[in-house]
């Protein structure tokens, strides 16, 4: 579940994890590196590295193993610089709008691809299609054409480069940084500001780009492999989450929500993450919530240029820098890698004698990967792993079952950490693969967001799309309400819903902003009608955040024990808007019902019609009190009370 959750308790990197992996990296170390990163890595998720094609195939300066780590390590690549539009086309076609003249460099992208296939690193990432920078001639020359000019040279040069090989390189980045970084909307002062024409805008062009990208691919390789090949967007400074919707961050989620909504054939985000060192956690759960919101969206949310730099001038790193920057890399992993729509993360290198790094900030800051200059792993390195092994991602589900062992009952009490066993997908779904709440109230890899603060358990971090079930008993049938307790500090609010055996027996529950995380307010929603016996009902969070803590279930329904039948009479609900329910245990002795209105004439007239519970259809009839009238077999009339909304 999301970040929210009672001020009190900040969320730990839980530290049941940390003596896993202590234990894992002293078997590590101890065992000559039978465990590296790709191990680690959880199943079906990779962690890859870029490569430098100046240091690769022993070209240059290319240290004591620079392939020998990457082939051990990492189970995906990507090239630094080598896809990058000068390196591809050193030189301008011919004919623009001819695609039989585009010449590209085809060694670059063989070489990555050989690579990664002798070394069987899974994914291979292409970087990048589109990029006002790195970009050679073609800045010159696209500053002068048309609109319709650029147009037909992205669908030429994407369609020629995606079609390369096509299949093998699994993911593109179809653009990368097209949003300005001055809160002000897409980048300006490039050849994009030429697509700015005849009504269209650099929008227009952006959905272009994936349109070319996902057409290409398909018509190389057919419908289904052709979609296979993960499309994305990615930027800079995208990272942390803002509420101000002209903020980078801001712009970007609704960018690539509008992208989603409109059928732009975009599958995935990614977050750059050049960070500095320290990284704390009001920052990574900021990430969170990005993320969370990108994946709501359907989307894959990965982590592609992670280094976190450590800026201290020319200095070495003091060993305090190197350990603050090991649990800055643990902190990014672990909360990105246990998201079920994170399928990766990619570090812009590995070795801080080949980063962009001090070269880019004239000194001021280095050493932002995870080995040294020699290739020695640093804490960093350690950190990452750390943060890379979640140990109950692969857990089994088990069948679902009450927490208890018996089901709660209704009318009752149900509190909301007693979900039902058996696992996510099962009896929960939860957003991310770790208890942000490190509470021991339940199995370490029951991964709900559980929270204990004294005597209290309650569950944090909600976030959108999430539920939670509970097998319960009701005792019988009637009509219910439902007084809910729940938190959100200032400025938070959120809606839930509740569904029995998948039908929605609630409508949207809004909850409130109740001043703080830990002060729980009660809501109460009226009328739910429930049937009798064992049922799963189902809580889900529909939008917003905030924690919930309780559910109290008592019946709403008009029972008149002394029926002169001993007929436990039933009406419900009490009041009663578009139809009264009327069930008692001779039902069938009804001959029929007349609702009466306050000076006895007949409203409404309902015959008994073989059903366990009668309805009367009561939209019609205005708000006040009625007498509900049984006329049964036998000549007994019965009269009680009822009240209409
Ligand atoms: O690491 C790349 C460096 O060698 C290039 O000189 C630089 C040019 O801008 O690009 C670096 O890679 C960038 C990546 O392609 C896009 N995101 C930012 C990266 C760091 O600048």
């Not at 070495?316 to 920057?325: C, F």
């Not at 009318?411 to 039902?420: K, L, R, T």
Request: hydrophobic share 35%; charged share 20%.
């Amino acid at each position: 579940m999301n970040l929210f959750l009672p001020f009190k308790n900040e969320p730990k990197i839980n530290s049941k994890r940390l003596l896993i992996a202590s234990i894992l990296f002293l078997l590590i170390t101890s065992t000559s590196q039978s465990q590296t990163l790709r191990d680690i890595a959880p199943n079906g998720k990779y962690i890859g590295t870029i490569v430098n094609g100046n240091f690769f195939n022993n070209q240059g300066n290319n240290g004591p193993n620079y392939e020998g780590v990457i082939a051990e390590q990492f189970s995906s690549i990507v090239a630094e610089n080598d896809h990058k539009f000068e390196n591809i086309m050193n030189n301008e076609p011919s004919d623009i709008y001819d695609i039989n003249t585009y010449n590209i460099n085809t060694n670059k992208l063989d070489r990555l691809i050989d690579f990664a296939n002798v070394n069987n690193i899974d994914v291979k990432r292409g970087h990048a299609l589109m990029w006002y920078n790195q970009a050679g001639w073609l800045n010159g020359a696209a500053a002068d054409w048309s609109r319709e000019k650029i147009y037909t040279f992205a669908t030429n040069y994407i369609t020629k480069v995606i079609s390369y090989r096509a299949g093998e390189i699994n993911e593109w980045d179809v653009f990368n940084e097209i949003i300005s970084d001055n809160n002000d909307g897409f980048r300006t002062g490039t050849w994009y500001d030429n697509v700015v024409a005849d009504g269209k805008t650099v929008q227009d062009f952006l959905d272009h780009c994936f349109v070319v990208s996902r057409n290409a691919l398909t018509a190389a390789l057919g419908e289904t492999e052709g979609n296979k090949v993960k499309l994305y967007y990615n930027d800079y400074s995208i990272e942390s989450y803002d509420t101000n919707p002209n903020s980078k961050n801001g712009f970007m989620r609704n960018m690539i929500s509008e992208m989603v909504n409109r059928g732009v054939p975009i599958d995935a985000l990614g977050l750059q993450s050049h960070f500095v060192s320290p990284v704390d956690e009001s920052f990574t759960n900021s990430i969170s919530q990005t993320m969370d919101e990108m994946i709501g969206l359907g989307l894959i949310c990965n982590i592609t240029e992670l280094d976190i730099r450590i800026c201290n001038g020319a200095a070495p790193a003091s060993a305090a820098e190197l350990e603050e920057q090991r649990d800055s890399y643990e902190r990014v992993a672990a909360m990105a890698i246990a998201k079920e729509g994170c399928t990766g993360i990619t570090l812009w290198g590995f070795t801080d004698a080949h980063s962009w790094i001090p070269g880019w900030s004239n000194g001021e800051c280095g050493d932002a990967l995870i080995y040294d200059n020699d290739y020695n792993e640093k804490p960093a390195y350690y950190g990452l792993a750390s943060g890379l092994s979640v140990p109950c991602l692969n857990n089994p589900t088990v069948p679902q079952a009450p927490f208890s062992g018996t089901p709660a009952v209704i009318p009752g009490v149900i509190e909301f950490e007693d979900y039902d066993l058996g696992g996510e997908g099962v009896s929960y779904s939860d957003i991310d693969l770790s208890n942000n709440g490190e509470s021991d109230y339940r199995d370490e890899c029951d991964a709900v967001d559980v929270v204990t603060e004294g005597s209290e358990t309650i569950i944090g971090w909600l976030s959108v799309s999430e539920w939670l079930e509970y097998t319960v008993n009701i005792t019988q049938l009637g009509n219910y309400s439902f007084i809910i307790s729940t938190a959100a500090d200032v400025g938070f609010e959120g809606e839930g819903s509740i569904e029995v055996d998948g039908v929605d027996v609630s409508g949207l529950i809004t909850f409130p902003s109740t001043g703080g995380w830990s002060n729980y307010q009660d809501t109460e929603v009226i009328n739910i009608a429930l049937n009798a016996g064992e049922h799963v009902l189902r809580f889900n969070v529909e939008s917003g955040s905030f924690n919930i803590d309780k559910m109290t279930i008592s019946s709403s329904t008009l029972e008149i024990d002394n029926f002169d039948l001993n007929a436990n009479l039933k009406a419900y609900p009490i009041p009663f808007n578009s139809t009264l329910n009327i069930s008692y245990n001779d039902i069938e002795r009804t001959e029929s019902l007349n609702l009466l209105d306050i000076n006895g004439r007949k409203v409404l007239n309902q015959k008994y019609n073989n059903e366990a519970v009668i309805k009367m259809s009561a939209e019609n009839i205005s708000s006040g009190m009625y007498f509900l009238q049984l006329n049964l077999r036998g000549s007994i009339t019965k009269i009680i009370k009822v009240i209409k909304k």
